[in-house]
């Protein structure tokens, strides 16, 4: 029984890492910038500046562009 406990304590802290980790790196995975000289965000344009930076695929959200990775 003690091994089972010690073995989900090990998975527990684990995971911990894990999300801990995942937090650090969404600013960087899903990275947001205000559109070009105060322009409306568009999502043509969004897509293509995500392209160029080596991300899969961009949109606006909220008015700002999103671009991810996949």
Known sequence: ???????????????????????EMAPRLFQGFDSLAGKKCND????????????????CVQGKCQCFPL
């Open 44 to 59: 043509e344009d969004c897509y293509d500046s995500c392209k160029e930076q080596s991300y899969t695929f961009g949109f």
């Open 1 to 23: 029984m003690k091994f089972l406990l010690c073995v989900f304590a090990v998975v527990a802290l684990m995971a911990l890492f894990v999300v801990a980790e995942a937090e």
